[in-house]
Structures are given as structure tokens and as C-alpha cells.
């Protein structure tokens, strides 16, 4: 079946500091990509998407490219900042149903 | 506009009590979602709404699990009997709706439940 893989946390980085986290997935057919991103005692937020290969998503700074010939969609920030800390989700949707199928989730923590 | 709201946020009871949560979705929203979120995990699609039809309930432990949409606004979900593994953060979510899979959902703050 569908499923996403992330790389495990957590990510410790100083402010400032260019941020990577890896997201894979399997799926059959062509999904929908997206980062989630859920800050301390808030629920979950799109963060960005992407909904074909090539698409880049971006937000805040943010940004994942749908890369098809590696199943892969990889988060990455320039430069990080404090507020930045949270735990990030990667997921995906199966084409033309809108289920949500998530990643572990990688917390990432930011010190100034 | 108002986000997806749901109450309780915290909730502690016994085991085999029963147990209850609610969710408003944003309105205007016609697929409303229920996630269970077990800790260090991601979130997994437990009921779907659209409207007031369950369109998909295949993850629900309907043993003990239930849910209901009246009016296809606001939403129950409850526990009869709670065991120990249901602890967990139950999430709500929301979007316009249809079958695209572009469809964002917007989820609520969860309720952390903690059974003993």
C-alpha cells in the first residue's frame, strides 16, 4: 500500500543553519505532496503542496520539489530560525481520493 | 474566519468509561475528518465524512468506535469501553470537499486522551 518514510529526529540546528529533512514515499498512481507542519500546543498546518512531479511547493521560506524518478519530496530552509521549531509531516493523498497518509513526523529544534 | 474547533482538549478517564469528543469544522466545509495520532507517529485516517455520509470507516474500530455527523455540520466521536491503547490525540479536520486530492484539510488543536 501507499506509505511515507522520513528521516527520524530529532533535527538539532543553531539559528540560521540550512535545514534538510527527507521525505520518500510509495504510491501507486499519482499523488498529491505535501508538508505538514504542527507547532507546540497547536494542531496541524499545510505548510506547502505539490500535486505533480516537477511541482515545487513553497511557504515561509520553505521549499520541496515532487521529484518522481526518486520518490522523494525533501523539505529544505535556507536559514532556519527559532521559531521554526516544530515537528514536521510529510504525507501524501492516493489520486482522485483526498486520505491522507502520513509520515513518522521529524521534530526539529532550533537553538539561537 | 474561525478554524476547525473541537473540545475537549484534554480528557482523563478510567478504563472501560465511556468517552466522547466534538468537532465543529470551518464553515462551509462539506468533508469533515477524524485522525488518531499515537504519540511519535503521524496521524491515521480513522472516519470521512462527506456531509452527513460516512464514505469511508474502514479504519474505525467499530467495536467500540463510533461516530456520527448529524445535519452534516458538527461531529461526535466516542469510545465504549476506552482501553488503555486508546491513548492517544484524536484530531479533527475539515475542507470544502469532493473527490480531488488536492483538497486541503485544516485541522483542529486535538483532544489528548489519556485513559488509566
Known amino acids: 500500500g501507499n506509505s511515507v518514510t522520513q528521516m527520524e529526529g530529532p533535527v538539532t540546528l543553531s539559528e540560521e543553519a540550512f535545514l534538510t529533512i527527507n521525505c520518500t514515499y510509495t504510491a501507486t498512481g499519482y499523488p498529491s505532496l505535501f508538508w505538514y507542519v504542527q507547532y507546540p500546543g497547536e494542531g496541524l498546518q499545510l505548510l506547502l503542496k505539490?500535486?505533480?512531479?516537477?511541482d515545487k511547493g513553497s511557504n515561509k521560506g520553505f521549499e520541496a520539489t515532487y521529484r518522481k524518478e526518486t520518490t522523494s519530496f525533501h523539505l529544505e530552509k535556507g536559514s532556519v530560525q527559532v521559531s521554526d521549531s516544530a515537528v514536521y509531516f510529510c504525507?501524501?493523498?492516493?489520486?482522485?481520493?483526498?486520505?491522507?497518509?502520513f509520515g513518522a513526523g521529524t521534530r526539529l529544534a532550533v537553538h539561537p | 474566519e474561525a478554524g476547525v474547533v473541537q473540545s475537549p482538549r484534554y480528557k482523563i478517564i478510567e478504563k472501560k468509561q465511556p468517552v466522547a469528543f466534538w468537532c465543529n469544522p470551518i464553515?462551509?466545509?462539506?468533508?469533515l475528518y477524524w485522525y488518531l495520532q499515537n504519540l511519535g507517529q503521524g496521524p491515521e485516517l480513522l472516519i470521512r465524512y462527506e456531509n452527513e455520509e460516512a464514505v469511508d470507516d474502514s479504519q474505525l474500530p467499530k467495536d467500540r468506535f463510533s461516530a456520527e455527523r448529524l445535519k452534516g455540520v458538527d461531529s461526535t466521536l466516542k469510545i465504549q469501553p476506552a482501553e488503555l491503547g486508546d491513548s492517544a490525540v484524536y484530531l479533527c479536520?475539515?475542507?470544502?470537499?469532493?473527490?480531488?486530492?488536492?483538497?486541503?484539510?485544516?485541522f483542529g488543536p486535538g483532544t489528548r486522551l489519556t485513559v488509566l
Open positions: 505539490a500535486t505533480k512531479a516537477d
Open positions: 464553515s462551509g466545509h462539506n468533508t
Open positions: 504525507a501524501l493523498t492516493e489520486g482522485g481520493y483526498n486520505k491522507l497518509i
Open positions: 479536520a475539515s475542507s470544502l470537499g469532493g473527490q480531488t486530492s488536492t483538497d486541503t484539510q485544516y
